[in-house]
T-cell receptor, first 114, second 112 residues
Framework: GAVVSQHPSRVICKSGTSVKIECRSL??????MFWYRQFPKQSLMLMAT?????????EQGVEKDKFLINHASLTLSTLTVTSAHPEDSSFYIC??????????FGPGTRLLVL | GENVEQHPSTLSVQEGDSAVIKCTYS??????FPWYKQELGKRPQLIID?????GEKKDQRIAVTLNKTAKHFSLHITETQPEDSAVYFC???????????FGIGTKLQVIP
Protein backbone atom coordinates (compact mmCIF):
# COMPACT_ATOMS: atom_id res chain seq x y z
CA GLY A 1 0.00 0.00 0.00
CA ALA A 2 0.87 3.66 -0.11
CA VAL A 3 3.31 5.07 2.45
CA VAL A 4 2.70 8.09 4.64
CA SER A 5 5.37 9.52 6.91
CA GLN A 6 4.99 11.89 9.80
CA HIS A 7 7.57 13.98 11.61
CA PRO A 8 8.43 14.29 14.40
CA SER A 9 7.34 11.07 16.08
CA ARG A 10 7.55 12.63 19.52
CA VAL A 11 7.82 16.19 20.73
CA ILE A 12 7.95 17.77 24.14
CA CYS A 13 7.47 21.49 24.38
CA LYS A 14 6.83 24.20 26.92
CA SER A 15 3.42 25.73 27.39
CA GLY A 16 2.92 28.73 25.13
CA THR A 17 5.19 27.59 22.34
CA SER A 18 4.14 26.41 18.88
CA VAL A 19 4.77 23.00 17.40
CA LYS A 20 4.74 22.00 13.73
CA ILE A 21 3.99 18.46 12.59
CA GLU A 22 4.64 17.34 9.02
CA CYS A 23 2.73 14.71 7.07
CA ARG A 24 4.13 13.45 3.78
CA SER A 25 2.86 11.01 1.18
CA LEU A 26 6.04 9.30 0.01
CA UNK A 27 5.04 7.45 -3.12
CA UNK A 28 1.83 9.06 -4.27
CA UNK A 29 0.21 12.44 -4.65
CA UNK A 30 -2.51 13.29 -2.18
CA UNK A 31 -4.91 16.09 -2.96
CA UNK A 32 -6.55 15.47 0.41
CA MET A 33 -4.99 14.73 3.77
CA PHE A 34 -6.72 14.40 7.11
CA TRP A 35 -5.61 15.26 10.62
CA TYR A 36 -6.85 13.23 13.56
CA ARG A 37 -6.39 13.41 17.28
CA GLN A 38 -6.45 10.27 19.38
CA PHE A 39 -6.75 10.18 23.15
CA PRO A 40 -5.63 7.07 25.07
CA LYS A 41 -7.96 4.13 24.51
CA GLN A 42 -10.23 6.22 22.33
CA SER A 43 -11.16 6.49 18.72
CA LEU A 44 -9.77 8.67 15.97
CA MET A 45 -11.29 12.12 16.15
CA LEU A 46 -11.16 13.98 12.85
CA MET A 47 -9.88 17.50 13.35
CA ALA A 48 -9.72 18.81 9.80
CA THR A 49 -9.49 17.96 6.14
CA UNK A 50 -6.50 19.43 4.40
CA UNK A 51 -6.94 20.27 0.72
CA UNK A 52 -3.99 21.03 -1.50
CA UNK A 53 -4.03 24.64 -2.62
CA UNK A 54 -7.05 25.69 -0.61
CA UNK A 55 -8.14 26.29 2.95
CA UNK A 56 -8.59 23.40 5.31
CA UNK A 57 -12.03 22.32 6.41
CA UNK A 58 -12.28 22.10 10.18
CA GLU A 59 -14.64 19.91 12.16
CA GLN A 60 -17.06 21.46 14.59
CA GLY A 61 -15.41 22.46 17.83
CA VAL A 62 -11.87 22.55 16.43
CA GLU A 63 -10.29 26.01 16.61
CA LYS A 64 -8.77 26.88 13.25
CA ASP A 65 -6.59 29.60 14.76
CA LYS A 66 -5.25 27.12 17.28
CA PHE A 67 -4.55 24.31 14.84
CA LEU A 68 -3.13 25.82 11.65
CA ILE A 69 -3.09 23.57 8.62
CA ASN A 70 -1.13 24.16 5.45
CA HIS A 71 -1.26 21.84 2.44
CA ALA A 72 1.23 23.53 0.16
CA SER A 73 2.01 20.63 -2.14
CA LEU A 74 0.53 17.34 -3.26
CA THR A 75 2.81 15.44 -0.90
CA LEU A 76 3.01 17.61 2.20
CA SER A 77 0.57 18.88 4.80
CA THR A 78 1.56 20.53 8.07
CA LEU A 79 -0.30 20.97 11.32
CA THR A 80 0.89 23.72 13.66
CA VAL A 81 -0.36 23.70 17.22
CA THR A 82 -0.08 27.33 18.25
CA SER A 83 0.41 28.51 21.82
CA ALA A 84 0.28 24.94 23.03
CA HIS A 85 -1.13 24.12 26.45
CA PRO A 86 -1.04 20.90 28.48
CA GLU A 87 -4.56 20.01 27.33
CA ASP A 88 -3.23 19.87 23.77
CA SER A 89 -1.08 16.90 24.74
CA SER A 90 -2.25 14.01 22.61
CA PHE A 91 -1.45 11.64 19.76
CA TYR A 92 -1.87 13.37 16.39
CA ILE A 93 -2.18 11.21 13.28
CA CYS A 94 -2.45 12.26 9.67
CA UNK A 95 -3.76 10.26 6.76
CA UNK A 96 -3.66 10.69 3.01
CA UNK A 97 -5.72 9.36 0.14
CA UNK A 98 -4.41 8.06 -3.14
CA UNK A 99 -7.93 8.02 -4.58
CA UNK A 100 -11.55 8.69 -3.63
CA UNK A 101 -11.74 6.21 -0.78
CA UNK A 102 -8.75 4.44 0.76
CA UNK A 103 -6.86 6.30 3.47
CA UNK A 104 -3.33 5.50 4.59
CA PHE A 105 -2.21 6.66 7.99
CA GLY A 106 1.05 8.15 9.15
CA PRO A 107 2.79 6.72 12.23
CA GLY A 108 1.53 9.53 14.46
CA THR A 109 3.14 12.23 16.59
CA ARG A 110 2.98 12.13 20.35
CA LEU A 111 2.86 15.67 21.70
CA LEU A 112 3.53 16.44 25.35
CA VAL A 113 3.11 20.02 26.50
CA LEU A 114 4.66 20.81 29.86
CA GLY B 1 -23.73 13.64 9.70
CA GLU B 2 -22.72 10.02 9.83
CA ASN B 3 -22.72 8.18 13.15
CA VAL B 4 -20.93 4.85 13.47
CA GLU B 5 -21.52 2.66 16.51
CA GLN B 6 -19.23 -0.27 17.24
CA HIS B 7 -19.43 -3.11 19.73
CA PRO B 8 -18.16 -4.73 21.78
CA SER B 9 -15.60 -2.28 23.11
CA THR B 10 -13.46 -5.14 24.39
CA LEU B 11 -13.34 -8.76 23.34
CA SER B 12 -11.30 -11.66 24.68
CA VAL B 13 -11.11 -14.95 22.83
CA GLN B 14 -9.04 -18.10 23.14
CA GLU B 15 -6.47 -18.69 20.46
CA GLY B 16 -8.07 -20.59 17.60
CA ASP B 17 -11.57 -19.31 18.29
CA SER B 18 -13.43 -16.81 16.12
CA ALA B 19 -13.97 -13.14 16.86
CA VAL B 20 -16.82 -10.99 15.59
CA ILE B 21 -17.05 -7.21 15.76
CA LYS B 22 -20.23 -5.43 14.76
CA CYS B 23 -20.90 -1.90 13.57
CA THR B 24 -23.95 0.11 12.58
CA TYR B 25 -24.11 3.33 10.63
CA SER B 26 -26.76 5.99 10.21
CA UNK B 27 -26.22 7.63 6.82
CA UNK B 28 -27.82 5.70 3.99
CA UNK B 29 -25.49 7.52 1.58
CA UNK B 30 -22.48 5.63 2.99
CA UNK B 31 -21.21 3.04 0.57
CA UNK B 32 -17.61 2.41 1.59
CA PHE B 33 -16.76 0.53 4.80
CA PRO B 34 -13.10 0.02 5.73
CA TRP B 35 -11.72 -1.79 8.76
CA TYR B 36 -8.47 -0.78 10.40
CA LYS B 37 -6.21 -2.58 12.87
CA GLN B 38 -4.14 -0.54 15.27
CA GLU B 39 -1.46 -2.17 17.39
CA LEU B 40 -0.32 -0.40 20.52
CA GLY B 41 1.59 2.77 19.69
CA LYS B 42 1.37 2.21 15.96
CA ARG B 43 -0.58 3.60 13.05
CA PRO B 44 -3.97 2.21 11.99
CA GLN B 45 -3.53 -0.22 9.10
CA LEU B 46 -6.25 -0.99 6.58
CA ILE B 47 -6.97 -4.71 6.77
CA ILE B 48 -10.06 -5.06 4.59
CA ASP B 49 -12.81 -2.94 3.10
CA UNK B 50 -16.16 -3.51 1.47
CA UNK B 51 -18.33 -1.48 -0.84
CA UNK B 52 -22.08 -1.38 -0.90
CA UNK B 53 -22.42 -3.35 -4.10
CA UNK B 54 -20.98 -6.37 -2.29
CA GLY B 55 -22.52 -8.29 0.60
CA GLU B 56 -19.46 -10.20 1.77
CA LYS B 57 -15.73 -10.16 1.21
CA LYS B 58 -13.04 -12.55 2.45
CA ASP B 59 -9.29 -12.35 2.73
CA GLN B 60 -7.77 -15.46 4.29
CA ARG B 61 -8.90 -15.51 7.96
CA ILE B 62 -10.72 -12.20 7.74
CA ALA B 63 -14.18 -11.59 6.35
CA VAL B 64 -16.56 -8.66 6.32
CA THR B 65 -20.30 -8.74 5.78
CA LEU B 66 -22.57 -5.83 4.93
CA ASN B 67 -26.32 -5.49 5.29
CA LYS B 68 -27.30 -2.20 3.66
CA THR B 69 -30.96 -2.56 4.50
CA ALA B 70 -30.24 -2.86 8.21
CA LYS B 71 -27.24 -0.49 7.99
CA HIS B 72 -24.86 -2.82 9.73
CA PHE B 73 -21.58 -4.49 8.89
CA SER B 74 -19.37 -6.93 10.71
CA LEU B 75 -15.79 -8.14 10.85
CA HIS B 76 -15.15 -11.85 11.34
CA ILE B 77 -11.73 -13.22 12.25
CA THR B 78 -11.40 -17.00 12.25
CA GLU B 79 -8.69 -19.14 13.85
CA THR B 80 -7.47 -16.21 15.89
CA GLN B 81 -3.79 -15.93 16.75
CA PRO B 82 -2.03 -13.87 19.45
CA GLU B 83 -0.79 -11.45 16.78
CA ASP B 84 -4.41 -10.57 16.04
CA SER B 85 -4.50 -8.79 19.41
CA ALA B 86 -5.02 -5.09 18.66
CA VAL B 87 -7.68 -2.40 18.48
CA TYR B 88 -9.96 -2.71 15.48
CA PHE B 89 -11.86 0.26 14.04
CA CYS B 90 -14.77 0.13 11.65
CA UNK B 91 -15.59 3.15 9.52
CA UNK B 92 -18.10 4.39 7.00
CA UNK B 93 -17.97 6.91 4.20
CA UNK B 94 -20.10 8.02 1.26
CA UNK B 95 -16.95 7.63 -0.82
CA UNK B 96 -16.17 10.06 -3.58
CA UNK B 97 -13.46 11.88 -1.63
CA UNK B 98 -15.73 12.52 1.35
CA UNK B 99 -14.57 12.03 4.93
CA UNK B 100 -14.57 8.76 6.80
CA UNK B 101 -16.33 8.39 10.16
CA PHE B 102 -14.80 5.92 12.60
CA GLY B 103 -16.32 3.75 15.28
CA ILE B 104 -15.07 3.85 18.86
CA GLY B 105 -12.85 0.80 18.41
CA THR B 106 -12.78 -2.74 19.77
CA LYS B 107 -9.85 -3.98 21.79
CA LEU B 108 -9.34 -7.62 20.87
CA GLN B 109 -7.26 -9.84 23.09
CA VAL B 110 -6.38 -13.31 21.90
CA ILE B 111 -5.38 -15.51 24.80
CA PRO B 112 -2.74 -18.15 23.96
Amino acid sequence: GAVVSQHPSRVICKSGTSVKIECRSLDFQATTMFWYRQFPKQSLMLMATSNEGSKATYEQGVEKDKFLINHASLTLSTLTVTSAHPEDSSFYICSARDGPETQYFGPGTRLLVL
Amino acid sequence: GENVEQHPSTLSVQEGDSAVIKCTYSDSASNYFPWYKQELGKRPQLIIDIRSNVGEKKDQRIAVTLNKTAKHFSLHITETQPEDSAVYFCAASPGGYQKVTFGIGTKLQVIP
